[in-house]
T-cell receptor, first 115, second 112 residues
């Protein structure tokens, strides 16, 4: 399968600071990338969809000013959690797909802990 | 309102036997149905998918069945191996989109 790399795998930050998470497709051009959030023992909830070069589409209830998504190239998307608070602590996962693909491939995930 | 449900949160199967994981959905139109396997603190790994125009797709030990009239999807793993122990999610792609709606997950434990 195709490889998606997500960095960092784990981050601890202080309340009020911002954190950037990177998602890279290593061996394909990702025309579409997705950001998910998973709470313990729950399913993956889609936060937003981003297409290269255009603004992200956010799911209902997701604050676009809090979760900034940039998909500036065909191999990189970033999620910035701005002014993080403890309730933002979660497991964030990105996925990516190329044009014409049915399946998307996932990164390893990022465990964010806000203290 | 959960559109996609996996009603069994957990399942234990003896090594060598068949594992059957189920997924039920409501109402919406979906183009593709996929199964992913996930270990703790890792991203999901793609296993197998099926188009809405088919009712069966097979890949090695994995077979996915789709019953559109019953709005039911299942994944069969045979023979089950201890390395199959993980959480399995079904993922459904709504028509006209590329995003997925994930099921609630089933934790499979294959006993040696």
């Amino acid at each position: 399968g195709a490889v998606v790399s997500q960095h960092p795998s784990r981050v601890i930050c202080k309340s009020g600071t911002s954190v950037k998470i990177e998602c890279r497709s290593l061996d394909f051009q990702a025309t579409t990338m997705f950001w998910y959030r998973q709470f313990p023992k729950q399913s993956l909830m889609l936060m937003a969809t981003s297409n290269e070069g255009s603004k992200a589409t956010y799911e209902q209830g997701v604050e676009k000013d809090k979760f900034l998504i940039n998909h500036a190239s065909l191999t990189l998307s970033t999620l910035t959690v701005t002014s993080a608070h403890p309730e933002d602590s979660s497991f964030y996962i990105c996925s990516a797909r190329a044009q014409g693909w049915t399946e998307a491939f996932f990164g390893q995930g990022t465990r964010l802990t806000v203290v | 309102d959960q559109q996609v449900k996996q009603n069994s949160p957990s399942l234990s199967v003896q090594e060598g036997r068949i594992s059957i994981l189920n997924c039920d959905y409501t109402n919406s139109m979906f183009d593709y149905f996929l199964w992913y396997k996930k270990y703790p603190a890792e991203g999901p790994t793609f296993l197998i998918s099926i188009s809405s125009i088919k009712d069966k797709n097979e890949d090695g030990r994995f077979t996915v069945f789709l019953n559109k009239s019953a709005k039911h999807l299942s994944l069969h793993i045979v023979p089950s191996q201890p390395g199959d122990s993980a959480v399995y999610f079904c993922a459904l792609q709504p028509s006209g989109t590329y995003k997925y709606i994930f099921g609630t997950g089933t934790r499979l434990k294959v006993l040696a």
